[in-house]
Structure formats: structure tokens, C-alpha cells
């Protein structure tokens, strides 16, 4: 049996002052752990199926931080440049040390990890250590898996990967699992809750036997069996799997859909759904063109808007400026042109009130500008009152 100890003088340090100050103890927990509960309920989910690993060198290696909820416990560790969330069931970490530092132990045929620690109600907070079972390592390295480091070892551990796992495996029809797979499946996580969602979405809709590493694909680009149905359930049946992937990575979620649906736009495909998002057209920004008094906004023309710039900012300060209706088309033709609000703003300082936006497109068309008209202004030139003899000589290349 070898023992992977991550010791942390951090974590010492804090499990003394614990001992002293039970107050001050769960004001310490409940901040802590609150962070780490604000980003997986901010998810609305409560498994960690689209949970990624990132480096985060704020942390000591070895300490960890919970929180209870629903007989499930999530539990994010943090290691050396690394930290990841973890769910377990209540009953498989057993009674918890609540009011007071006290030990739990996780074990599984990897290994076993020992908590210390202290729960404070839904919150706790301590240090871990992970002790490897040598003997199913041993058996690892007779199945040909080699390079079985400390933090593999760990990712074993996590995943649950026991020696009934490669049965099942073997039961759905991967028999060979090579050492770049298997490291694959226990660095994603790829436990056998997670694999049967995969299996079973490919039985009921008809994907074929996918090979391990097009698991491991989805699944590095957050694209879980829960994703795809969204999409399924919407309505969206005949689309593939490249196709998922595709849409996870141009952020396009079934919220996404929906919420546009909800606005009237039922008729939304995948294919228009991820050109919207690639040019930056989301459902607060098609409200806000709504409330600006444009009901009859298409999908079509909101992303032409907002590929010319066309926001609802723009609007509001041409209101401001006196023009209170300018169609879609005008405004696009106004920013393609260059006007924008404080061109017209500038304008209108120097003593032009009655500026029309046709005549503010054809100022800046000549290239006549707040400064040009001051120049020129400066000059004392008396013949020179109009914008039209500012645009006059501006042609002459005065």
C-alpha cells in the first residue's frame, strides 16, 4: 500500500484555529463553501457531468471544502495547481464530523482517501489524504497499463475504477481499452454512471457503437448524454454527434433555443441558432431592439444589425439627439456611414439645429468633421455659412 500524503501547512494551520473559535469557524465554512455552491447551483445541475479541471494556483494541495445537499455530498478538492468537485452520496462517506474536527474515510478497490475535518450544518472544510491499493495497481500494470503516476493513481480513485468496471466495459462491447483510453476515461471522469447515460443515448437514438475516444471527445467538450437530449426533447432528432460538439463549442445550450422560442422565433434551426451566437445575437439583445419599439424584429435582420454595429445603445442616443424614428435599415445605412450620435451631437454645437440625417451621411461621406467646420470657422472666411459650402470646400481640398 502506498501512501499519497499531500501535506499543507495551510490546512494545519486552519484546522488549529477550528478547534479554538466555533464561530468563527462557521463564518470561515460557510463563505468558502457558499463560493463553491453558488457555481454548481448557478448551473441549475446538480451532477457535475459539464464539471471541467482548471489550474488554480490559489490553493495549497491537499485541502478540501463541501457542502451538503439532498443526501449528496460535493465535495471540491484542491491539489498542487489543480482543484476539481466531486459528488459522493452521503452514505458512502458515512457519519461526517459535525461541530467538531474529527475523520471520515472513502474507500473504493483503488485505494482509500482519509478526510479530516469539520462540518458546520450544509458547510465543511479540512485536509485529505489518498492511500493507493498496491494491490489493484499491480493489476493495472498485468493488463498492460503502464506510467500509473500519483495523480493517475488519484483519477482512478475519483472514477471508480475497479476491476468489475472493465467487465462492464467489456459487456458494451469495448473488450480493448488501451493505456491512452484508459488514461482518458479516469482523467475525465468517465465513471460507469456516466458511460451507461452515453450508452443508453446511443441505443435510443440510434448513433451506433461509438468508439472510446468519441466518448472522450464529448466529453472533454462538455457534451453529456443530458446535453444532447435537451436538444432531442426539443424536437431536434436528426442531427449528429460532430454536430454537438459543434454547437457546445459556439455556446449554444437548449436555453439558448429556448429562450428564443419563448419570444415568438419557433421556427429556430441548430444551423441559425449557432450563426446567432458566432455574431454575438442573444435573446437579451433581441429584448432590447424589442423594447426600443422594433416588435417585428427578424433573426435575420437582427444579425445583419448587429454585424453592422446596430445596438440598442445607438438608439437610445439618437432618441436622445431628436431623431425618435429611424427604421432598421436607416440606422444600419447611419453606421456604415460613420454618423454616429456624438457626430451628430458635434454638429449641432457649432449652430446646425435643423440637421437632417441625410445631410449628416452626406457630411461625413465628403469627410467634413466637427473639427474641419472649426478650422474653417477660424479662418473668418465670410462666404462660408452653410453645410453645404463647408461640404464645397472640402471638395476643393481646402
Not at 484555529?17 to 462557521?26: E, F, I, N
Not at 459535525?98 to 485536509?127: A, C, N, Q, W, Y
Not at 494491490?135 to 498492460?144: A, D, T
Not at 445550450?253 to 422560442?261: A, N, R, Y
Request: hydrophobic share 35%; with cysteine; net charge negative.
Amino acid at each position: 500500500m502506498k501512501k499519497i500524503f499531500i501535506p499543507c501547512l495551510a490546512a494545519f494551520a486552519l484546522l488549529a484555529t477550528l478547534s479554538g473559535c466555533a464561530q468563527a469557524q462557521q463564518k470561515s465554512i460557510s463563505k468558502s463553501a457558499a463560493k463553491s455552491a453558488s457555481k454548481s447551483e448557478a448551473k441549475g445541475d446538480k451532477d457535475d457531468d459539464d464539471k471541467g479541471w482548471y489550474s488554480n494556483g490559489n490553493h495549497a494541495p491537499g485541502t478540501w471544502d463541501a457542502i451538503v445537499e439532498d443526501g449528496q455530498v460535493n465535495i471540491q478538492f484542491y491539489g498542487h495547481r489543480w482543484n476539481s468537485g466531486r459528488n459522493f452520496p452521503s452514505s458512502e462517506l458515512g457519519t461526517l464530523p459535525d461541530g467538531k474536527i474529527g475523520g471520515f474515510t472513502l474507500t473504493r478497490e483503488s485505494g482509500k482517501m482519509d478526510f479530516k475535518g469539520v462540518f458546520e450544518g450544509r458547510f465543511g472544510h479540512g485536509s485529505y489524504a489518498f492511500t493507493e491499493n498496491a494491490g489493484f495497481k499491480s493489476y493495472l500494470e498485468q493488463r498492460g497499463y503502464k506510467e500509473l503516476d500519483d495523480q493517475l493513481m488519484l483519477d482512478v480513485f475519483f472514477t471508480d475504477i475497479n476491476k468489475s468496471y472493465f467487465d462492464f466495459l467489456k459487456d458494451n462491447g469495448y473488450a480493448d481499452i488501451s493505456n491512452d483510453q484508459f488514461r482518458d476515461l479516469a482523467q475525465q471522469d468517465l465513471n460507469r454512471k456516466k458511460l451507461t447515460e452515453y450508452f443508453d443515448l446511443f441505443k435510443a437514438e440510434n448513433y451506433g457503437h461509438q468508439p472510446i475516444d468519441k466518448i472522450v471527445e464529448l466529453r472533454e467538450h462538455g457534451v453529456s448524454a443530458k446535453f444532447i437530449n435537451g436538444f432531442h426533447e426539443m424536437g431536434y432528432k436528426n442531427f449528429s454527434l460532430d454536430q454537438a460538439l459543434e454547437l457546445r463549442d459556439h455556446g449554444v445550450s437548449p436555453q439558448f433555443i429556448s429562450e428564443f422560442k419563448k419570444m415568438g422565433y419557433t421556427d429556430i434551426s441548430l444551423d441559425k441558432a449557432t450563426d446567432l451566437r458566432d455574431h454575438g445575437v442573444n435573446p437579451k439583445y433581441i429584448a432590447s431592439m424589442q423594447e426600443m419599439g422594433y416588435k417585428d424584429l427578424t433573426l435575420d435582420k437582427a444579425q445583419d444589425l448587429r454585424d453592422h454595429g446596430v445596438n440598442p445603445d445607438f438608439f437610445k442616443k439618437m432618441q436622445n439627439a431628436g431623431y425618435k424614428d429611424i427604421s432598421l435599415d436607416r440606422a444600419q445605412e447611419l453606421k456604415d456611414h460613420g454618423v454616429s450620435p456624438e457626430f451628430i451631437s458635434g454638429i449641432k454645437a457649432l449652430g446646425f439645429k435643423d440637421l437632417s440625417l441625410e445631410k449628416a451621411i452626406e457630411l461625413k461621406d465628403h469627410g467634413v468633421s466637427v473639427a474641419y467646420i472649426e478650422k474653417v470657422k477660424g479662418k473668418g472666411l465670410a462666404n462660408v455659412a452653410t453645410l453645404d459650402d463647408y461640404i464645397k470646400m472640402k471638395d476643393t481640398g481646402f
